[in-house]
């Protein structure tokens, strides 16, 4: 068992440790001198809250001891006051190296007079079973101490694993949104590239059906409204992966485009009618039809671009609903151009052949 003498002259050796490796580091070790410090300030202060709480008090009741408390309390007192300042202390600068060495100088001092005067004092006054009892005090004391750390040490590891388990887990969500948004966005495109070939076919067969004369003419009516029709699906498709903000130009909109669709439709159903032979204003229709595609599937091909881009659901979202609007937009233009056309078209075929064209 740990004897008071030996607890007493070797109590300081982890401060005088720390006191060593602190004075050998530079001013630009700016965080393993906050480290050492915070070490030596908590070791300090333990040592003194141990005597001041279990050797003191034992003490005091030995009226020839009082006088070497008192100074054992100053001496404490003494190294508080050197300990907050030196917290406050930046501790790359060159005062920091003073105070300590100053402080180092004063603990040293103490150090000096417990081993001299207060030893000899405490082993004559306390009987041994005194004395026994102060060790075993200081001794659970400190145990209390090291428990303590370690279990605050095990906490800081146990806060670290749930936190690197914690980011671990997030990057695997985020990993999973990626791929989900991933795979969203290469659908998207095929779906595009499918809905694009379809507009692509419907525009081919409008081509071949103005050619040909009015028995055919349903025929050219059909792929009319085939070719709008798929311009309309296509943009509802998008606007069923954009955001609800946009679902708003929905309404109006979309019912105005299958209102030019219908338009269209009729006034080509018109031309048919009229049995008129106009081979170079069907020709022009034609020729504008398959720009308007090509015009499309550009679009198209850039908005899949975007959205590859996207690293975010929000930002995913927020890109779709943009082209959608856009997309809605180039369609809306895109009818309305189909229906001056085959407006223009059904009227001249009217006046060759004496069919009147309703105007909306």
Known sequence: MTTIRQLIQTNPNRANELFAKLADTSENAVKTREKLFNELKEELELLSG?????????????????????????????????????????????????????????????????????????????????????????????????????????????????????????????????????????????????????????????????????????QAVSATRELVSATVEGTSQLAQRATSEVTNVLGASRERVEDLSERAAESIQTASRSGAALPEDLQAVSGECLDMVRERVQRNMDSATVLLRCRSLPELVSAQGLLFRDNFELTLMNSQRLVEMTTKLAAQAARISGFGVTER
């Open 50 to 218: 141990l005597e001041e709480q279990h050797l003191f008090p034992v003490l005091r009741k030995h009226r020839d001891l009082k006088d070497l408390v008192r100074e054992a309390l100053n001496d404490n007192k003494a190294t508080r006051k050197l300990l907050a300042e030196l917290d406050q202390t930046p501790k790359e600068s060159e005062e920091f190296t003073t105070r300590v060495t100053e402080l180092r100088k004063v603990f040293q001092q103490h150090v000096r007079d417990e081993r001299k005067e207060l030893l000899p004092a405490v082993m004559k006054a306390l009987s041994e079973e005194e004395a026994e009892a102060v060790v075993e005090r200081i001794e659970a004391g400190k145990a209390d101490v090291e428990e303590a750390k370690r279990a605050e040490a095990e906490e800081r590891r146990a806060e670290g694993r749930r936190e690197r388990e914690k980011a671990e887990a997030e990057q695997a969500r985020q990993e999973a949104v990626r791929r989900a948004e991933a795979e969203e966005r290469r659908a998207a495109a095929r779906r595009e590239r499918e809905q694009a070939e379809r507009i692509r076919q419907a525009a081919e067969t409008v081509v071949r059906t103005a050619w040909v004369g009015p028995t055919t003419a349903q």
